[in-house]
């Protein structure tokens, strides 16, 4: 094997979170590598895939610090409004940007489109090299660094050292695997099923979170009319997962009624099972992981992503803001775990909360949740709260990103 590649930092996963942190270290004195299995131009792997992403307010803002903003605002949908409900019940919220004070409470955007920005970006780096194609084989580390043995798919082998590794190779992470860190699976025992609709009326740039017995449905604004469709039901639900086109319009319709008329057509549907994952450590020793290799979530709030991003601004704060010889050791890895504790329980438990609570049987809770909505409902302060909660601007009340906000 060669004589190894030296980086100071590594980034093994090459989607929307790896790359994320790439553009955030771009333009520093840092070297980075990131590393995907698949190539990075290959648009039939799972990181280039169909999905769309509901991109917070405050997700917008870190965006707009990585440069990629400017390029993807033109297809990015904007969230007015997000109607509250629950299926069969009396009582709904309607939280509205004025709530919050911005522009938009966030943003519709297709994953594979935020991937190619971000990737363009980064090919005209110089202090990053994207290395497609590429599987980490073998880790091992010291106190001072992480030495990897490197293979492609046409059998090149390679040693890269570094200062630190950044798992962000998601819920099935291999360097997970490899440092013998485990991660609690927490089964919800449903499945997601997405797809992209066209509706007979405009949504008016309005999204809608429904709760129903089987799980929460979310219609999202996409531009060109459509709208975005994450449906969750049981997993045993069998005649759901295999209905055709016209009975899943149907269901569609059962769920949620006709507010925005009738759904004329839907797309390719993609289905994928839930799981609370939540690995036991951030990082081990020079690893940290990030993403879904840290933490994977119910997808009811669109809370993933946004999260994520909020871990690769603080990281990325942290590699820059401390001395040089601190790179990457446990003092700054345990800063940046400790500022970043709050947040990642807060919203793991906003989600599981929220994905239990309207899942639960228990009859009596059905008219305290459709209080609880009402409640606030009409509550300008709870609304408000609430709304930059989910928008996650508690991560910038104390920054410059204050003076984008509305008065």
């Not at 790439?22 to 190539?39: E, K, P, S, Y």
């Not at 799972?46 to 803002?61: I, K």
């Not at 190619?116 to 090919?123: A, P, S, Y």
């Not at 799980?215 to 060109?224: F, K």
Request: glycine fraction near 6%.
């Amino acid at each position: 094997m060669n004589t190894p590649v030296d980086y100071d930092l590594v980034i093994v996963g090459g989607g929307v979170v790896g790359a994320a942190l790439a553009c955030r270290l771009a333009d520093t004195t840092l070297q980075v590598a990131m590393i995907d299995a698949h190539a990075f131009n290959d648009h039939t792997q799972p990181h280039d895939d169909d999905r769309t992403l509901a991109l917070s307010y405050s997700t917008r803002l870190l965006l707009e610090e990585l440069g990629v903003w400017s390029a993807l605002s033109a297809s990015a949908e904007p969230i007015h409004t997000v109607h509250v409900s629950e299926k069969g019940r009396f009582g709904t919220c309607q939280l509205r940007q004025q709530d919050a004070g911005t522009p938009a409470l966030g943003y519709v955007v297709e994953a594979r489109q935020l991937d190619r920005i971000m990737l363009e970006r980064l090919q005209s780096q110089e202090n990053v090299d994207l290395l497609s194609a590429t599987r980490v084989t073998a880790l091992s580390q010291t106190h001072t660094e992480v030495d990897l043995a490197v293979s492609t798919t046409d059998g090149h082998l390679s040693a890269i050292r570094c200062r630190l590794l950044v798992a962000a190779d998601g819920s099935h992470s291999s360097i997970r695997k490899m440092t013998g860190v485990h991660a609690k699976h927490t089964d919800y025992r449903q499945t997601a099923i997405i797809t992209v609709a066209q509706t007979e009326r405009p949504h008016q740039n309005m999204a809608y979170e429904r709760f129903t017995p089987q799980g929460p449905l979310a219609i999202l604004p996409m531009q060109d009319g459509q709208c975005s469709i994450v449906m969750t039901v049981d997993t045993a639900d069998e005649a759901i997962l295999s209905s055709t086109d016209t009975e899943f319009i149907q269901t569609l319709h059962a769920q949620f009624g006709y507010r925005l008329g009738r759904f004329l057509s839907i797309g390719k549907r993609t289905a994928f099972p839930l799981y609370l994952v939540q690995s036991e450590t951030q990082f081990t020793g020079r690893i940290v992981f990030i993403g879904n290799a840290r933490r994977s979530l119910h997808p009811v709030g669109g809370q993933g992503f946004n999260l994520a991003l909020r871990d690769v601004d603080a990281l990325a704060t942290c590699l820059l803001e401390n001395a040089p010889h601190q790179f990457g050791n446990s003092t700054q890895l345990t800063r940046f775990t400790q500022m970043r504790q709050s947040d990642q329980s807060r919203t793991t438990y906003l989600t599981d909360g929220l994905a239990r609570l309207f899942k639960e049987g228990v009859e009596w809770l059905g008219p305290m949740r459709a209080l609880g909505l009402i409640s606030l409902d009409f509550s300008p302060w709870a609304r408000k709260k609430f709304a930059r909660q989910m928008m996650g601007m508690h991560h910038f009340s104390h920054d410059k990103h204050n003076t984008k906000l509305l008065p």
